[in-house]
């Protein structure tokens, strides 16, 4: 690990957010706010709240789950965090309480017809008069794109799968008969591609250690029997995607391979895909479910610092901050009572901020582009 070079930058605005309460506007001509959310109803949820005579959880986190394509509030969403879990209202709305106060969680999202969902938040404790959530969180998710009946005898084969395996269900018995398929396709250098990205830009490699990277695309695809039970590849059954071509300054023979796994909120690499002649990417997967290209950071990442405030000047925390570049996203998932955050960024790469203000639930996006930093460096005012 190098050592970090520090670049102050005193009188810098563009670390610095105005936000305003009820999503109204602050005066400055850098900032644009989104409206409220208003919560309208809530879930029963499921889960314990104490070990016997001691409290274990002390937060609550809820949030509305809306269509990506039309806007439209999702209902019947199943919501999870670790064993907890709800169901969204009619409107979508849904309350999780009695958890465990935690600065890293993963909450996952599942409903049939739609690409599952994850993320990560910051569960914080609740307030003393327990009047606002902490930790609102506003989700789309995604309608899959192709759905479809299949013969388990027969092959797979689309521009971006190539499957000819046998199939096992829920008991490990030999499956045959009708199968239905979902697949899901993102382009991550989108603006809906890296919002709808499972989890966070970040996963264990294949040496065990957690890295950051940027991404290239992601392909999902999950079978069910007739009973809509899922099934998987049976044992030595493997099954090839197909990445889009990418920008050729960026492109390698190979770029790893990297598999979802929403127990864990975590990409995990396996494998690798070859540069083939017209550009495409292929690779070889051992289980079906949701699979990213992915290329790891092998240098330091630059650091970007700053600080929210509101339009008097008082520092705004509880607040998540992002830096979105070409294809990847930095989060910082919460800011501290001094409304100072932190962000990993890829060296070399201009990107964006913007700012949820989870506890009065609007948000706020800076309207320039901020510069590349480089590896190493760190960026941040001292105002």
């Known amino acids: 690990m190098s050592l970090l070079n520090i670049k102050y930058i005193t009188a810098l605005t563009t670390v610095i957010f105005f936000l305003t309460a009820c999503g109204g506007g602050s005066g400055s001509d850098t900032i644009s706010t989104t409206g409220t959310a208003t919560t309208t109803g809530t879930a029963t949820t499921t889960g314990t709240a104490t070990t016997g005579t001691t409290v274990i959880a002390q937060a609550k986190q809820s949030g509305q789950i809306t269509d990506n394509t039309t806007g439209d509030p999702i209902a019947d969403v199943k919501v ?29 999202f599942e409903k049939d017809g739609y690409l599952l969902g994850s993320t990560e938040i910051n569960l914080k404790s609740l307030a003393d008069d327990n009047t606002l959530s902490h930790n609102y969180l506003e989700y789309k998710l995604r ?43 993102l382009d991550l250098r989108t603006e809906e591609g890296k919002t709808l990205f499972s989890g966070s830009f970040k996963g264990i490699n294949s040496n065990g250690n957690i890295v950051q990277f940027e991404s290239y695309g992601l392909v999902s695809m999950l079978l069910e029997d007739s009973n809509g039970n899922t099934l998987r590849f049976a044992d030595g059954e493997t099954g090839t995607l ?14 790893p391979l990297w598999y ?53 000047g008082a520092p705004v925390g509880d607040v998540r901050v992002y830096a979105t570049g070409e294809n990847w996203v930095s989060s910082d998932l919460t800011t501290d009572e001094n409304g100072v955050f932190e962000l990993n960024v890829i060296p070399g790469d201009d990107f964006e901020l913007t700012a949820y203000d989870y506890q009065d639930k609007y948000g706020a996006s800076y309207n320039n582009t901020i510069a590349a930093i480089a590896s190493g460096d760190v960026v941040e005012d001292r105002s």
């Open 242 to 255: 197909i990445f889009n071509e990418i920008p050729s300054y960026e492109a390698s023979s190979t770029i």
């Open 143 to 185: 309608p899959n794109q192709y759905q479809w009946e299949h013969e388990s005898v027969k092959k797979f084969l689309s521009p971006r799968i190539d499957i000819d395996a046998l199939y096992v269900d829920i008991n490990n018995n030999p499956y045959n008969g009708i199968m239905t398929a979902t697949l899901t396709i």
């Open 260 to 312: 979802y796994d929403y127990a864990q909120g975590l990409w995990v690499e396996e494998g690798y895909a070859e540069l083939q002649a017209d550009g495409t990417y292929q690779g070889e997967i051992s289980r079906l479910g949701t699979w990213a290209l992915n290329k790891p950071l092998e240098e330091d990442p630059g650091i970007y610092r700053g600080r929210i405030i509101d339009e008097n």
């Open 80 to 108: 999870s965090i670790g064993d907890d879990s709800t169901i969204t209202d009619s409107e979508g709305y849904y309350t999780l309480t009695n958890l465990t106060v935690n600065n890293e969680v993963v909450i996952n």
